[in-house]
C-alpha cells in the first residue's frame, strides 16, 4: 500500500527560495510537499512594495508570495501551513516531524530564512510590545500620529523606514554607522523624504517609561554627546522599530547538518549540505546579498540539483512515488470570504472531521463586526455538513451561555458534539493568518486531531487550575498564528484553559486596556501581559504561574 506521507521532495520554509524551489520541483514532476509556518514569501510577505525585482515594476511583497504559492500548486506541489518540530535526516528515507503530522521523503530543502535580532539596550526586553516593535508592517499601525525611531543603517532599516511614513508624524533613522550601508538608490530615497530625519554616528542606550515609552537616550558614537527624547503627556507615547539583522531558523536542524558558528547552513555552489539529500537555500545560508533575487537563484539551484538526487535514489531503492496532478484554481467572489484556491485545500481536511463541530455564536446586529462574522460562519459552515452554526443570544440564561461567559461581543465559541464549550473563542472573523489557526482548532475538536507526544500533554495537563488566554493579534501578523494555536491546543486538551482570540484592529477597547502597541498580545487571567512569539511551553509556565 503506498504512503500518502511519503514524497519525493519536502521543501521546508516558503519564502522566495522555498516557493522558488516548489516551482521547480513541481514542473520537474516530482511529488512536492512545501511546508511553511508563516504567510507565503516569508520576509517578502511583509514588505509594502517589491519594486527591485527584475520583470515586476511595482507589486506588494504580500501580493508577490501569493503568486509564487498559486505559482507552485499550479505545478503540483502540495502546501501545508504547519511548524516543524523535529528531523531524521540520517537515513536514506528523510522523516520531518510537524504540528500537522509526521512526512517522509527521498530529499529535503531547508529554506527556513532568518528571523530580525534584537540589540541588547536597556528596556528593550521590557518595553517589547510597548513600544519597541520588529515587524513595520505589523505594528506600524499602533503608532498613528506619532514620534518613531528606527534603529538601523541596512536595507531593512532604509525600507520600514519609508514604510513607517505612512502613519508616524515623523520617523528618526539612528544609526551607528557613519553612513547607510544599503544601496545608494533607497538610502538618497530616505534622506530626501520630508518626514524622516538621519542621525548617523548616533547609539539607542536606554528607554523607558511607564505603561508605555515615555523617554529614550541615544548617544554620539564620534562625540559622546548624550541626548534624550522624552513625552510628559499623560497619553503621549512614541515608537522603536529595531532592524539590525538577523538570526538563522537553523535550530530544528542542529545536530542532522553542519552548522557555522553564526548558526547558518553551510552548503556548496550546487546548495548541497554535508549530508547527502539535503540542501539548503535562502537566507538559511550565510550570504552577503540578502535579496529576493538571491533566494530565488537558491531555490532554482537547490531544486534542480535535488531532482537529480532523488531520481537517483528511487532507481536505487526501488521506489516508485507518483506526484498527482493539479487543477489551477478558481477565483473567489468580492463578496466571498474564502476563495477557491482556500476551500480546494480546506476540503480533504474537512473530509477527515470525525465527528460534528458547532459554532456557537453570540453577536449583536447593529455591529459591523457582527454582520462580517455572521457571514463568514455561514460561508464556512456551508463546506461540510459536520459544521453547524448556532445563534445564541448573550442574555438567554442557557447553560452554554453561562459557561461562555463571553467578556468580548461578538464572539464564536467553538463546541464539540457532545455540546461541551472547548474554551476556544474568537472576537472578529478569523482572516488572514488565523484563518489556519481556526482551521486546526476545528480539526482538534472534530477529531482526530493532531497527534501529540504524551510528554507534550503531561506539559498541557500539568496546569491544574483555570487559565485564561486573551490573545491579541492583528490578520498581518506572521507570528501571531503559533501562539493562537498553541493555546488552542492546550484549551482542546485540558478543561482548565480557555484561549479566546481578539483582532485588536476590532477592538481599541481591548487594545487601550493592555496599553497593546505590538502583536502578538498575551494577556494571562486579564492580569500578566506578555508581548511576541513563544512556545507551547513558555505559555504552560505563564499559565502556572497566573493559576
Do not use: W
Not at 173 to 195: D, G, M
Request: proline share 4%; charged share 25%; with cysteine.
Amino acid at each position: 500500500m503506498a504512503n500518502a506521507n511519503l514524497y519525493d521532495l519536502i521543501i521546508i520554509g516558503s519564502g522566495g527560495a522555498g516557493l522558488t524551489a516548489g516551482i521547480y520541483a513541481g514542473r520537474a514532476r516530482l511529488k512536492t510537499l512545501i511546508i511553511g509556518k508563516e504567510k507565503p514569501g516569508g520576509q517578502i510577505s511583509i514588505t509594502a512594495e517589491v519594486a527591485n525585482y527584475p520583470g515586476i515594476l511595482n507589486i506588494s511583497g504580500d501580493e508577490l508570495g501569493k503568486t509564487m504559492k498559486k505559482q507552485a500548486q499550479n505545478f503540483g506541489a502540495e502546501y501545508l501551513e504547519a511548524e516543524v518540530s523535529g528531523v531524521d535526516f540520517s537515513g536514506d528515507i528523510k522523516k520531518v516531524t510537524t504540528t500537522a503530522g509526521n512526512f517522509e521523503s527521498v530529499g529535503v530543502i531547508v529554506a527556513t530564512g532568518a528571523r530580525p535580532r534584537s540589540l541588547g539596550f536597556v528596556g528593550e526586553n521590557e518595553y517589547r510590545g510597548r513600544g519597541i516593535g520588529y515587524c513595520a508592517t505589523c505594528d506600524g499601525e499602533f503608532f498613528s500620529g506619532m514620534d518613531v525611531f528606527v534603529i538601523g543603517a541596512g536595507f531593512a532599516a532604509a525600507e520600514e523606514a519609508i514604510f513607517l511614513t505612512r502613519y508616524a508624524r515623523k520617523v528618526t533613522v539612528i544609526a551607528r554607522e557613519p553612513e547607510f550601508t544599503c544601496s545608494q538608490a533607497i538610502a538618497e530615497e530616505v534622506l530626501a523624504h520630508p518626514k524622516i530625519e538621519v542621525r548617523f554616528n548616533t547609539e539607542l542606550m536606554e528607554v523607558g517609561g511607564d505603561q508605555v515609552l515615555k523617554y529614550a537616550v541615544f548617544k554620539n558614537n564620534q562625540t559622546g554627546e548624550i541626548t534624550r527624547h522624552e513625552v510628559t503627556a499623560p497619553d503621549a507615547s512614541f515608537g522603536v522599530f529595531v532592524f539590525v539583522g538577523y538570526q538563522p531558523e537553523s535550530e530544528p536542524f542542529r545536530g542532522q547538518v553542519d552548522l557555522d558558528r553564526g548558526g547558518y547552513i553551510p552548503t556548496d555552489a550546487d546548495m548541497q549540505t554535508n549530508v547527502p539529500g539535503v540542501y539548503a537555500a535562502g537566507d538559511i545560508r550565510f550570504k552577503k546579498l540578502r535579496q529576493l533575487v538571491t533566494s530565488v537563484s537558491d531555490g532554482g539551484i537547490a531544486a534542480t540539483e535535488a531532482e537529480k538526487y532523488i531520481k537517483e535514489t528511487k532507481t536505487r531503492l526501488g521506489l516508485t512515488i507518483e506526484a498527482e496532478g493539479h487543477e489551477n484554481a478558481g477565483e473567489a467572489s468580492d463578496e466571498s470570504f474564502l476563495d477557491d484556491d482556500f476551500k480546494t485545500q480546506l476540503g480533504p481536511i474537512l473530509e477527515r472531521f470525525e465527528r460534528p463541530v458547532q459554532l456557537a455564536a453570540i453577536l449583536d446586529p447593529d455591529q459591523d463586526v457582527s454582520r462580517e462574522m455572521k457571514t463568514f460562519l455561514e460561508e464556512f459552515a456551508a463546506l461540510s455538513d459536520k459544521i453547524q452554526v448556532r445563534y445564541l443570544a448573550p442574555d438567554n440564561g442557557s447553560d452554554l451561555v453561562h459557561r461562555i461567559n463571553p467578556a468580548i461581543y461578538p464572539t464564536v465559541a467553538i463546541v464539540d458534539a457532545d455540546g461541551n464549550y472547548t474554551g476556544i473563542q474568537y472576537h472578529g472573523v478569523p482572516g488572514g493568518h488565523e484563518i489556519n489557526s481556526f482551521v486546526i482548532a476545528l480539526y482538534n475538536t472534530a477529531g482526530p486531531g493532531q497527534k501529540l507526544e504524551q510528554s507534550t500533554l503531561d506539559t498541557i495537563r500539568s496546569v491544574d487550575k483555570p487559565v485564561n488566554f486573551k490573545i491579541g493579534v492583528s490578520l498581518s501578523c506572521t507570528m501571531c498564528p503559533d501562539v493562537v494555536a498553541a493555546t488552542q491546543l492546550m484549551a482542546v486538551n485540558n478543561p482548565n484553559v480557555e484561549a479566546e482570540i481578539i483582532d485588536v484592529a476590532k477592538f481599541p477597547e481591548f487594545k487601550s486596556k493592555y496599553a497593546i502597541m505590538s502583536v502578538p498580545a498575551i494577556i494571562v487571567n486579564d492580569q500578566d501581559v506578555h508581548f511576541g512569539k513563544k512556545t507551547l511551553d513558555e505559555l504552560v509556565r505563564f499559565a502556572r504561574i497566573e493559576a
